[in-house]
């Protein structure tokens, strides 16, 4: 199955993934710490599944660079979530967005060797432009009202940081991909992410507020979590076998088309269910958002042609 496809497809879900997170994140008593520590426990579990179909043993050395690549990508969603509890999402998506294709290209560059063809590189580009015109900046995706609002000044910080984790755990696991099977590879990078769920614990002030919010959760709130973060493995998966079969700059800055589809099920989801999201778009924004959309067309069609 081709990268490409496999790519779309997986942006598709995170996009779902996305609305559902942010509502969490906004409206339920769920806090990034406890967000984070979740993710990193259930996203292992899931992997457990995977262990009949080509589950091994590997170098320690394969071993500990994968357990690095899923700690880090714990603690990017760990920085990433507190960033957009702080304020506006649509301020921090761009940076994200932009920042983590672009720390992917230099670190693939040095410590893996990868290099982009003519074409590859010029979609690279298209891509990446497409992605930052398509969300800087927006009217934001509104899930409740009077959100405090921090400074982008003191959120930016953490946004560098999680383009830096979630940049670092791409590369490392395509590392581990290009020396191992996808399944094997997969499931010990996500038996990291348990140990990155567990290091949360190691901070009382961590370990407090993870297991006071684990206690004020609802039924409700624990089932939806759960759906959203076994929708979640799925992307997750799909993602993760994009980077196996192709170049991991590349999938990480066709992440535009994510944005694409999170404002296709944003501007849906505005019409039907109002008391859950509100998108307010203007004129203006609707052009600058078919220009982004052209931008990654271009690109899409670079590469398929």
């Not at 942006?11 to 993710?39: E, G, M």
């Not at 009077?146 to 560098?160: D, F, Q, Y």
């Not at 490392?172 to 769920?197: C, D, H, P, Y």
Request: charged share 10%; net charge positive; aromatic share 16%.
């Amino acid at each position: 199955m081709n990268w490409l496809f496999v790519s779309i497809i997986s942006y598709f879900i995170l996009a779902l993934v996305f609305i559902v997170d942010k509502f969490l994140l906004s409206r339920t008593a769920l806090r990034p710490l406890a967000y984070a520590f979740y993710v990193g426990i259930l996203g292992g579990i899931s992997s457990l599944f995977l262990i009949p179909f080509g589950f091994s043993s590997m170098p320690l050395g394969q071993v500990v660079i994968s357990f690095i690549a899923g700690i880090l990508f714990i603690f990017a969603i760990l920085c990433f979530y507190k960033s957009v509890r702080l304020g506006e999402v649509s301020r921090i998506t761009p940076i994200i967005g932009g920042a983590v294709p672009i720390f992917t290209f230099v670190l693939t560059y040095f410590f893996l060797g990868e290099r982009l063809n003519f074409n590859q590189l010029i979609a690279f580009l298209f891509f990446v432009l497409g992605g930052i015109i398509l969300v800087w900046p927006r009217k934001k995706i509104r899930l409740m009202s009077g959100e405090a609002k921090t400074p982008l000044i003191k959120r930016l910080p953490l946004a560098i940081l999680a383009s830096l984790f979630f940049s670092g755990s791409f590369v490392l696991t395509k590392f581990i991909f290009m020396e191992q099977s996808f399944i094997n590879g997969f499931v010990w990078i996500r038996l990291g992410g348990i140990l990155g769920a567990v290091l949360l614990l190691f901070w009382p002030s961590a370990r407090q507020t993870i297991f006071k919010t684990s206690k004020s959760i609802k039924l409700k709130t624990s089932g939806l979590l759960v759906a959203n973060k076994t929708l979640s493995a799925l992307a997750f998966i799909l993602l993760s076998y994009a980077v196996y079969l192709g170049s991991v700059t590349l999938v990480n800055a066709l992440q535009g088309i994510q944005y694409v589809f999170l404002l296709a099920i944003a501007l849906f989801l505005s019409k039907k269910f109002p008391q859950i999201v509100k998108e307010q778009i203007s004129q203006g924004i609707v052009v600058k958002k078919i220009i982004a959309v052209l931008f990654i067309c271009i690109g899409l069609g670079v590469l398929v042609f």
